[in-house]
């Protein structure tokens, strides 16, 4: 089965057990392809679906930052956690750069699924959640250095 092998290469979905990675492999309407050029989110936009790059890479890009991309994100990365969990609009736009199969589940069908398939998905987004946390407490403590390696303000 396609999608079980898909589901079984990305670390998203490493400490599901089998039988839930099988299960969600059975569902093919979480599977979602997109051609190169599509847009999976656009900025702006009122939407909770969650999308994770099983096949492919897409590139994010900000309307405040015309022309450039702040990210390639490749088969494997998380996308749309923020809005996933508190439906915030969304915030950048996010374009296929490849023909890509994305797994795109929505709050409505997480809440149709077996409970401890939900706890799962909840703590694999709070590890991804704390991994944003630790990145920028990094760079906030980088910027705050001077040349001597001191970190200034309250201290």
């Known amino acids: ?72 994100l490749p088969a494997g990365s998380v996308i749309g956690e923020i809005a996933f969990l508190t439906n915030r609009i969304r915030t950048t736009t996010v374009t296929a750069l490849e023909d890509s199969i994305c797994f795109a589940i929505d709050r409505k069908a997480m809440e149709e699924l077996e409970f401890a398939i939900q706890l799962q998905f909840k703590d694999e987004l709070i590890n991804i959640l704390i991994g944003h946390l630790d990145r920028t407490n990094v760079t906030l403590v980088d910027s705050k250095r001077d040349g001597k390696g001191q970190v200034h303000g309250d201290e």
């Open 1 to 72: 089965m396609l999608f079980l092998k898909l589901l079984e290469k990305i670390p998203f979905f490493a400490n599901f057990t089998t039988e839930h990675k099988r299960m969600l492999a059975e569902s093919a309407s979480f599977f979602v392809p997109f051609k190169k050029g599509d847009v999976l989110i656009r900025e702006g936009s009122f939407d909770n679906t969650l999308y994770i790059v099983v096949k492919g890479a897409v590139m994010v890009s900000k309307s405040g930052v015309p022309g450039e991309i702040l990210a390639t």
